[in-house]
C-alpha cells in the first residue's frame, strides 16, 4: 500500500473514446503529479498541481486535460488519443511542492493502450 | 537544464555477486539525488535519497549510494544480489533545487539476477 491510488489499472480505448484517469493520495500531501512512461524512454513529467493550482504543463498535447479538484484527488481526462499515447500513466504526490526532505510517492500505475 | 544518464539499459549479476548501477547527472545547483525502484507493471517505489549532510546515503536490505560531486555520480551499490532484486532501478534528479517531486530520470537500468 503506497499511499497514492490509481484507478482503472488497465485501460483500453479507441481513439475516439473519452476516458478519466483517477489518482487519490491519502497522504496528506500538497502537490501533485502526472508522469508518463513510453516504453524505452525516460519518465516524462507531465503536470504538476500544488495546492489544486496547476504549476507546471510540460508540453502536453490538449488531448490531455488534468484536473486537481482538492489535494487529494488527481484526475487525467482523456479524448481522442493516438496511438502513441499508449502508455503507463503514474501519479505522484509530495508533501510539497518546494522543501527540504521532500519526496515524490507514485502510485501503480495505469496502463493504457489506445487502439 | 538538469539531467540524468544511466550507464547499461540492462546489467546481469550472479545472485550473490556485487551490483554497482551507475549514474551520472548534470545540474546548475546543489541536487538532491534519487533511486527509485519499479517492478512489472507495478509504480516507482523510492529506495533511497541524497538531499545534504552525509554523501553516503544507505537503504534497506545492503543498498547504498554515494554522492560524489567531482563525478557528479550517484551510484547505486548491494554487496550481495538476491533474486528478488531482478527489477527496474531508475535515477532521479529533482528539478530545480527543493522542489523534490518534479523528478528528472534517467533511462533506467534493467537489473536480472542468475541462480
Known amino acids: 500500500e503506497t499511499g497514492v491510488t490509481q484507478t482503472p489499472r488497465h485501460l483500453v480505448m479507441g481513439m475516439t473514446n473519452k476516458k478519466s484517469l483517477k489518482c487519490e493520495q491519502h497522504l496528506g500531501h500538497n502537490a501533485m503529479y502526472w508522469y508518463k512512461q513510453s516504453a524505452k524512454k525516460p519518465l516524462e513529467l507531465m503536470f504538476v498541481y500544488s495546492l489544486e493550482e496547476r504549476v507546471e504543463n510540460n508540453s502536453v498535447p490538449s488531448r490531455f486535460s488534468p484536473e486537481c479538484p482538492n489535494s487529494s484527488h488527481l484526475f487525467l481526462h482523456l479524448h481522442t488519443l493516438q496511438p502513441e499515447d499508449s502508455a503507463l500513466y503514474l501519479c505522484?504526490?509530495?508533501?510539497?511542492?518546494?522543501?527540504?526532505?521532500?519526496?515524490?510517492?507514485f502510485g501503480q500505475g495505469t496502463r493504457l493502450t489506445v487502439v | 537544464a538538469q539531467s540524468v544518464t544511466q550507464l547499461g539499459s540492462h546489467v546481469s549479476v550472479s545472485e550473490g555477486a556485487l551490483v554497482l548501477l551507475r549514474c551520472n547527472y548534470s545540474?546548475?545547483?546543489?541536487?538532491?539525488l534519487f533511486w527509485y525502484v519499479q517492478y512489472p507493471n507495478q509504480g516507482l517505489q523510492l529506495l533511497l535519497k541524497y538531499t545534504t549532510g552525509a554523501t553516503l546515503v544507505k537503504g534497506i536490505n545492503g543498498l547504498e549510494a554515494e554522492y560524489k560531486k567531482s563525478e557528479t555520480s550517484f551510484h547505486l551499490t548491494k554487496p550481495s544480489a538476491h533474486m528478488s532484486d531482478a527489477a527496474e532501478y531508475f535515477c532521479?534528479?529533482?528539478?530545480?533545487?527543493?522542489?523534490?517531486?518534479?523528478?528528472?530520470f534517467g533511462q533506467g537500468t534493467e537489473l536480472s539476477v542468475k541462480p
Open positions: 532521479a534528479v529533482s528539478d530545480t533545487h527543493n522542489q523534490g517531486g518534479k523528478l528528472i
Open positions: 545540474s546548475s545547483v546543489p541536487p538532491y
Open positions: 505522484a504526490s509530495s508533501q510539497e511542492l518546494q522543501g527540504a526532505l521532500t519526496e515524490a510517492f
